[in-house]
């Protein structure tokens, strides 16, 4: 029993050899650790880098996508729905008898002409409404089969044009009216109103294409033509001016900018543009006077350059291998 005792006690007082292996010294302990911390550290590094590096070749990635240009996809889904529109015209157009598109255009022509007395624009919804009906989705081939026929059989001539946001057509007469062998008649307040314009038109050039309304009302004085009353042959002289002539397209009106009361300026219009010209204009003006055209150095400068422009562009649309046709469709 007693020596029991003394190895248990010598066992509780002296540290066995596993104890031995695992205890370290202080020393050696602080140098594992900072291996241990070494170790971590390294492996956290190597794990921020790993990390940096995703992040950057993700980053990499976005910026390699928004320096990728966009393709036009809106331009092509109009281009494809103008395609689609113009072969939905071409189709209805095809199932339509021969008989039915004379028809139709022969009432596109008459509308065209009844529409145009008042010489304003004529509306495309307007001869969809009044002339098509129920053949309207045809109407880009209709149209045309009908611009042919005002070319060639009346002379006319089809301009498109706007009115506010809506397409609108002009017709514009294509041959040259001669004083003394006119193709176009009209009725004498007709007549009176187009003299009037031409009036207004020639002078408008020979004051550098554009004129004030205190001189545009300063010539009507001393035509005889008074703004403070209506007149016996032309009526409202003001709201013929600054209404029906501007809404027919013989003049554009525009107001000063800053102009305290309101003072507008007046220019020739699209519709006077096709009309006549300013040769025509120079013309009316001698024949007036009773001149020679080479006194006015300044206006026939401005003809040659008008009329040098007019053949460059002509050229340019026509280009070098196409041929002019009286029947060609300005539509």
């Not at 009908?146 to 294509?174: C, D, H, P, S």
């Amino acid at each position: 029993m007693p020596k029991v005792r003394q190895k248990t006690a010598g066992r509780r007082g002296q540290p066995s050899s596993s104890s031995d292996s695992d205890t370290e010294p202080p020393a050696e302990q602080q140098k594992t650790s900072s291996k241990r911390k070494a170790v971590d550290q390294s492996k956290g590094g190597k794990a921020t880098q790993e990390k940096s590096g995703k992040t950057a070749e993700q980053n990499n990635v976005i910026d390699s996508d928004d320096e990728i240009p966009a393709t036009p996809a809106t331009s092509e889904t109009a281009s494809t729905q103008t395609q689609r529109s113009v072969s939905h015209s071409e189709k209805h157009f095809a199932q339509m008898s021969v008989q039915d598109r004379e028809r139709i255009a022969v009432d596109i022509v008459h509308y065209l002409l009844t529409a145009d007395y008042k010489k304003h624009p004529i509306k495309q919804s307007d001869i969809k409404k009044h002339a098509l009906k129920d053949y309207s989705r045809a109407f880009n081939s209709l149209m045309r089969m009908a611009t042919e026929k005002l070319r060639n059989v009346y002379g006319i001539k089809v301009v498109e044009t706007e009115v506010g946001k809506q397409k609108a057509y002009m017709l514009i007469n294509a041959l040259d009216n001669k004083y003394d062998a006119p193709h176009q008649t009209w009725s004498p307040e007709d007549h009176a109103n187009i003299g009037l314009v031409m009036v207004i038109l020639s002078v408008i050039f020979m004051k550098g294409n554009v004129l004030s309304e205190e001189d545009l009302y300063d010539l009507l004085n001393r035509l005889g033509i008074s703004q403070d009353r209506p007149d016996d042959t032309y009526g409202d002289i003001k709201h013929l001016i600054m209404t029906d002539f501007v809404r027919q397209g013989y003049l554009e009106v525009e107001r000063e900018h800053g102009s305290e009361p309101p003072v507008h300026v007046f220019r020739w219009g699209p519709r006077a543009k096709l009309e006549t010209s300013k040769r025509h204009a120079m013309d009316f003006i001698c024949q007036v006077f009773d001149d020679s055209p080479q006194r006015w150095a300044a206006q026939m400068h401005d003809i040659e350059q008008s009329q040098a422009a007019e053949k460059s562009a002509a050229s340019e649309s026509e280009g070098p291998s196409s041929t002019p046709s009286c029947s060609r469709s300005t539509v």
